[in-house]
């Protein structure tokens, strides 16, 4: 038994991190498949009465979008909305099977795993671009969505610094470095948007938390900032404009974003949701009634795509209000770890909650596979590590 909890935990942890985004679907299967055996195994009571803010509150966003099929079922399509969040009841299981691990789980593992998740994953961009020359780097995947796995990974791995007394904390630091990374590969500007949100969110309880790293600290944000900035205004990297992008938002609002297709995206879901602000239209209805709201030009910008590229319009456009309470649930949800955990636990929660907003702010993420899983691992490994047996363990330097 000792030997199959520790094969599954090992399946579980490449499958769900390290392969995450380089066969992003065929992990995302693996992962869900154990996850699922894991929701067989039995948590300790304390574990479970601590953990559960977390669960309720993903529960509770599940049951509304749920709630919301009644009222706006027309075809079987409908009932994809329910089904593509089914990673988000799967999440125990991750919790469950690593807590009952002959081997304890720890925040040093995890972000070990993390940054070689993004690692592999950026070595695999480098490897695609010296080999194919693609325009835009994906790796098996669209390169935004590339982007945007990676970018999480990485800045998962910032998981290992807070609180460890080891000298090689500081190689974590290069977890949100591999994030930039994949971010300029893919062209994406959503994910470098995201990278400095992200960022800002992080870094200042990097520095409350790991108070001897704030040098470093310091210099690794200057550096990041400098090279945006400098890539931006030379014009060599499509990733690096959104400062253009930033700009044009601030004098123009979200209309003018620098990207025609997202801004009839959003103007056509705001209109969308004004038609039926309550229970939305439903999944099968997402691209079609935004079409329905838009006008000549915006239909022909929209036409070939299935979401509207943004986690609020579409959970808007899905389920109204209902939709976007949904939505905020899952953004939420982490954050019930802030009150009992580590400071590498509170860490990893908020980073998880901003980086779904932020990267959820360009392009869809919940819903979408490989997110859906990857958001629930990674909550998940905080809720094993956050649980009562199971609290981070730093070696000695």
Not at 25 to 45: E, I, N, Q
Not at 348 to 372: H, R
Request: positive net charge.
């Amino acid at each position: 038994m000792r030997n199959t909890t520790t094969y599954l935990c090992a399946a579980l942890l490449l499958s769900g991190l390290v392969l995450a985004g380089i066969a992003a679907y065929v992990a995302a299967y693996v992962t869900m498949a154990v996850m699922l055996v894991g929701l067989t195994r039995r948590s300790t009571g304390q574990s479970s009465r601590q953990l559960l803010p977390v669960y309720g509150t993903i529960a509770l966003g599940y049951a509304l979008i749920v709630a919301t099929l009644p009222f706006v079922y027309r075809s079987p399509l409908d009932l994809l909305a329910p089904l593509a969040l089914v990673p988000m009841v799967l999440l125990p299981g991750v919790e469950k099977l690593l807590s009952s691990a002959p081997r304890r789980f720890t925040a040093v593992m995890f972000a070990s795993l993390c940054l070689a998740g993004a690692a592999l994953a950026v070595a695999a961009g480098i490897a695609e671009m010296l080999i194919l020359h693609p325009t835009r780097v994906g790796v098996w995947n669209n390169p935004i969505h590339f982007a945007s796995l990676t970018m999480l990974l990485g800045f998962m791995a910032l998981v290992g610094i807070p609180e460890n007394p080891s000298r090689l904390r500081l190689l974590y630091l290069g977890g949100p470095l591999l994030g930039m990374v994949a971010a300029f590969l893919s062209g994406s500007r959503g994910p470098t948007f995201a990278l400095g949100l992200m960022g800002l969110v992080s870094f200042p309880f990097l520095l409350l938390w790991a108070p001897r790293d704030r040098r470093p600290l310091a210099i690794l944000a200057a550096g990041m900032i400098a090279l945006v900035v400098a890539l931006s205004a030379l014009g060599r990297s499509r990733a690096a404009s959104v400062v253009e992008a930033i700009a044009s938002i601030w004098q123009n609002g979200l209309a003018g974003a620098g990207d025609v297709i997202r801004s009839a995206m959003y103007q056509s879901a705001q209109r969308a949701f004004e038609q039926s602000p309550v229970f939305g239209h439903g999944f099968g209805q997402i691209m079609s009634a935004a079409m329905a709201v838009a006008s000549p030009e915006q239909r022909e910008l929209m036409a070939g795509y299935d979401t509207l590229h943004s986690d609020i319009a579409n959970f808007a456009v899905l389920a109204g209000t209902i939709g976007l309470l949904a939505y905020a649930a899952f953004i939420l949800a982490p954050l019930g770890l802030l009150r009992t955990s580590t400071p590498a636990v509170r860490l990893g929660a908020t980073i998880l909650s901003s980086g779904y907003f932020a990267l959820g702010l360009t392009n869809g993420m919940f819903g979408l596979l490989p997110q859906t899983v990857l958001y629930a691992m990674l909550l998940g490994c905080l809720c094993a590590l956050a649980s009562t047996r199971h609290n981070p363990v730093y070696p000695a330097s």
